[in-house]
């Protein structure tokens, strides 16, 4: 293994450490948090309030001394509250572009569920493109920016449906979930005197952040194996219990996520494992089934696991 390759996973364990100090149980879903961000992806976090969703993102912004900004989102949001406006300063008669709290390393868009459709678009282009426009002038977005978006259950109560064009800009899509009643005791003392998050310290900065975002581009991906992720984005688009199936958007994702896992998982090469793993937190959003399955009780997850029955798994595995 290269010495450089070492210090990357090094760094992406220490931040892992630091994670798992301040939301206790959750080893998975922080990896999945860490595979997300080295991929560049953004991520969107469905669950009930008070599960640990806000400390989990304010403890990675604190982590890698990045810049974060929060927005809680409501009806009353505006665009302009999130992309900034310009100003018009009659002094020197020109406009002054006042920025909005999208421009940051990591945004928080907290309950992004409540916000307006309309509002919930102004996050389109800089979620795609790393930019955002005011008045017809583009602004750079800082390098790394990941988008850290929260949503309660859909039945909760002022609550709108995200629509399939930002849902298909979101890499991943998982929830936390409640502790287990040893994890909550543990939580409990924890917690007694101050909170973990009081205490943490940087163990990275952006700059590394960036630096290890290049490498996970290059990551060894078998033609067998990428043949073998291929395959099952295009059977989503061929299941019968399927309406819409993953986009190429989605297929590029998976490629995207398989490699950062990899490293994660301290490999400079993609296996079928990774992509098995990855697969139903970056597809699962994306597809929408038939209404005759889902009044049969189908779930998405269930016809994922159809889909990896029926896609034989490559022999080669490493490269």
Do not use: W
């Not at 008669?93 to 509002?119: S, W």
């Not at 678009?121 to 990941?146: C, K, Q, W, Y």
């Not at 590394?208 to 290059?218: A, F, G, L, N």
């Amino acid at each position: 293994m290269e010495p450089n390759l070492k210090e990357d996973i090094q760094t992406i364990k220490r931040i892992q450490a630091n994670l798992e100090s301040c939301i206790l149980g959750k080893t998975d879903e922080i990896k999945l948090l860490l595979t997300a961000m080295l991929a560049g992806g953004h991520v969107l976090l469905e669950d009930v309030p008070g599960t640990g969703k806000t400390v989990l993102i304010k403890s990675l912004a604190k982590s890698i001394r990045g810049q974060f900004r929060r927005i809680q989102c409501n009806p009353d949001l505006l665009p302009t509250d999130i992309t900034g406006v310009s100003i018009y300063h009659p002094k020197d008669e020109v406009f002054i572009f006042r920025p909005g709290p999208i421009i940051t390393n990591i945004l928080l868009a907290d309950e992004i569920n409540r916000a307006t459709t309309k509002t919930q678009s102004a996050l389109l282009e800089a979620m795609e493109e790393r930019h955002i426009t005011v008045d017809g002038e583009a602004h750079e977005l800082p390098n790394p920016f990941l988008l850290l978006a929260t949503q309660n259950p859909i039945d909760f109560e002022g609550t709108y449906i995200l629509p399939e064009a930002q849902l298909d800009r979101f890499m991943m899509k998982f929830s936390l979930g409640y502790p287990d009643e040893a994890t909550e005791t543990k939580m409990i003392h924890s917690q007694s005197v101050v909170h973990p998050i009081e205490l943490l310290q940087p163990v990275a900065d952006v700059e590394e952040i960036s630096t290890i975002q290049q490498r996970v581009k290059q990551v060894h991906l078998d033609d067998a194996v990428a043949s073998y992720l291929v395959a099952i984005t295009r059977q989503t688009r061929e299941h019968p219990s399927i309406f819409l199936g993953a986009s190429p958007r989605a297929t590029l994702a998976l490629v995207q996520a398989s490699k950062a896992y990899a490293l994660l998982q301290e490999r400079d090469y993609v296996i079928p494992d990774d992509i098995k793993f990855l697969a139903p937190y970056v597809l699962g959003h994306r597809i929408l089934l038939h209404a005759e399955a889902r009044m049969d009780g189908t779930s998405v997850q269930s016809v994922l696991q159809s889909v990896f029955q029926q896609v034989r798994v490559p022999i080669r595995l490493e490269k």
